[in-house]
Each structure stands twice: as C-alpha cells, then as structure tokens.
C-alpha cells in the first residue's frame, strides 16, 4: 500500500482528508463485538437493504489527537468521548462498545498515522467514531448486525486570524430536540433535521442558529451544533442539563475550569425573556458556544424577533479569552494538565497493529 501524499493543513477544507489507515470492528447478536482490526483506508461495501439507509440507527463521535511542541501526540478525554458514544447508541438501540477496547485500539491507530498528526498553530487531527446498522432488512426493528468505524482527518486552525465573534439568530420555527426525542445523543438525523435553519441563517447572513427548547420555545438551549453560555452580570450561566441538550465535553471542561478559578458559574433553565432583560440593563457581558470543533465561539451579536443585543461591543470577552487560551494550551501541552485530562499515545504497540 502507498501512503497518501499529506497535503498542506491549512489549504484543506474541515473533514475532507483522511490518512491511510482506519480501524473497523463488526457486531452480530451471536458473536458480540467481534473481528477488531486496523486496515488500509477504504469504501465499504453495503446491501441496499441495510438498516442504516432507510431507519438512520447511527451514533457519532468527535475528538482531536494534538501534536505538542516536542512531538508527543495527546488526546483529550476520550475516555469520556466513549462514554458517551455508549450512551447515544442506548437511546440508538445500539450495542455498547467496551470502551478501554476502543481507546485501546484508537491509540494503536493514531500511533500508527503519527505522521499524520499536523504540526502547527491550532491544527488537529480530527477524530470521528461512529457505528452503523449493517443487517439487511427493511422490516422496522434494531438492526441484528452493526459495525463500528474509526477513521482520521487532519484539520486546520478553526480561526486562523485568530477567535472571531458571530452574528446568531434565535430560531422561532424549527426545533433542534425535545425532551424525550434524540437531542442527547450524538445521532444523524439531528444533523440533517438541523439543516433547514442553517440554510435559513446563512442566507441573511447569520453564522449559526441559537435553539431554544421545542416545547414553549423560551428557554435557552444550545447554538448550532454547539453548547452555549453567558456572563450575566458576573456569573456564568449555561442552560441544565433537561433531556434535549448534548452534553458536550467542552462545556464540562469549561464548568470545571470556571469552578477551579472559583468564577460562579450556574447550570439553570434560561428563558429569552431573562437574557434580553439583563441586556436591556447592561448585564449581559459574554455569550459564546463551546464545542470540540473551535472550542469556544463568541457570539457579537443575537437577534431574537424584532431585538438586536450586541454583546460586549461585538469584541471577544475576557472569561471566553481566558476559557479558550486555557484549554487549548491544556491540550496541546502547552500549559499543565492539573486535572488530567490529556492521554499521550505512545509509539505503536507491534503485538496488536494490523
Ligand atoms: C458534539 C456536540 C456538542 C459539543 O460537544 P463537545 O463534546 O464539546 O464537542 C454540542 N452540541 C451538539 C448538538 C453536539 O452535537
């Protein structure tokens, strides 16, 4: 096999390149997880009767190996990433994973593609877990056979002259989840089903949509694919956990950070209402989203209905400045890991690769 040519990071579009290898295991009721192996990057071949194409039984993850100034490799946190990918295939109906197993072997994968880990200000390689229901049947029931695939793409700096705040609109007409449904879980349909209000923000203009709950359309959920906080006179503030919101491990990250440096910071049910009445007062000093794509993502300006809210002078704020500096320097070792976060991948184990 020839190694592909590794293209320049910064000229490559997000998710469009992947290295040469992948790592790929399969399911059955009778076997279990089963067949675990790193191969050559390559199409998969698939029934047209398989259950993915036609009942959407599909869980996803996101993480990034970064490339420290003396060449280690880290990952952050996946152990929490698998966790998760556990907890989205049980809303999906879908096996759970041994999750030391699937570390074990992305580990293996991302020694094996070190190369491929770019060098450079805010690059990454991005990291996409996912599984799929492979039986073939059009019968409406979980699929009996699944398999699971890890493949890489290196990424470049999210914001390559430097973090820059985004116009947002407060979507009144399409609902992102509800209580109930699949907001939780890192699964397709969300995605697509998401699709019409980003068309939507990007012909007037805006970046992103901000979600607010599906129910009474009042409360504050997440912004695009992204967690969301504020600072409201002082205290940061991110809509509870209800049912609807992806947990992502960013905003777990970002509590943790806020409560290491003693910031008051509130989970809570936040209504439009109270936010434009603390803008209205001069009070609402920060807004940004967090995800593992840009990790943070200030927000400059809000539109909610006939109400323009330019938040702290359409500039970035200093906690979101401070947030960001601080995780980015936790994860590409630049500062100290004081909470253990990061996991060093280690040269290739010759016992277990291919
Ligand atoms: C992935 C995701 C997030 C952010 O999660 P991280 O673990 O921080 O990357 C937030 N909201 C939605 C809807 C997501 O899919």
Redesign the pocket.
């Known amino acids: 096999m020839h190694p592909k040519e590794k293209p320049d990071v910064n000229k490559v579009k997000f998710g469009s390149v992947f290295t040469d290898h992948m790592f790929k295991m399969n399911y059955t009721v009778n076997k279990g997880w089963h067949d675990p192996k790193i191969i050559p990057y390559q199409p998969v071949t698939l029934d047209p009767a398989a259950m993915i194409f036609h009942y959407g039984q599909t869980v996803f993850e996101?993480l990034k190996a970064y490339r420290t100034e003396d060449d280690q490799i880290l990952l952050f946190r996946p152990d929490q990433n698998f966790q998760r990918l556990n907890r989205s295939s049980e809303r999906l109906s879908i096996p759970h994973v041994d999750e030391e197993e699937v570390l074990y072997y992305l580990k293996q994968l991302i020694a094996l593609e070190k190369e491929w880990v770019p060098k450079g200000e805010g690059t990454s390689l991005y990291i996409r877990p996912f599984i799929i229901a492979t039986e073939n049947n059009l019968s409406v029931h979980p699929s009996a056979c699944y398999t699971f695939m890890i493949i890489l793409s290196p990424v470049a700096a999210y914001y390559p002259e430097g973090i820059n705040p985004v116009r947002i609109y407060v979507e009144e007409n399409f609902t992102r989840a509800v209580k109930g449904g699949t907001g939780t879980a890192?699964t397709a349909g969300?995605y697509s089903a998401a699709y019409n209000a980003q068309n939507e923000a990007t012909k007037q203009g805006f970046s992103q949509v901000l979600w607010l709950d599906g129910v009474e359309k009042k409360y504050i959920e997440?912004v695009g694919?992204?967690?969301v906080f504020f600072k409201i006179n002082g205290e940061i503030v991110t809509p509870a956990l209800n049912g609807s919101i992806?947990e992502?491990?960013?905003?777990k990250s970002m509590i943790e950070l806020l409560k290491s440096w003693d910031m008051p910071v509130v989970e809570k049910r936040l209504s439009m209402d109270e936010l434009l009445e603390a803008y209205n007062q001069g009070l609402l000093e920060e807004a940004f989203g967090?995800?593992?794509a840009a990790v943070i993502s200030p927000i400059g300006e809000l539109i909610w209905r006939d109400q323009k809210m330019k938040i702290n002078g359409g500039e970035t704020g200093n906690v979101s400045k401070r947030l960001y500096d601080t995780l980015t320097g936790i994860q590409t070792g630049k500062k100290a890991d004081s909470f253990n976060w990061t996991i060093q991948v280690n040269s290739l184990d010759e016992t277990t690769s291919n």
């Open positions: 996101g890192k969300n997440e694919s992204m967690n992806l992502g491990i960013t905003r967090t995800g593992t």
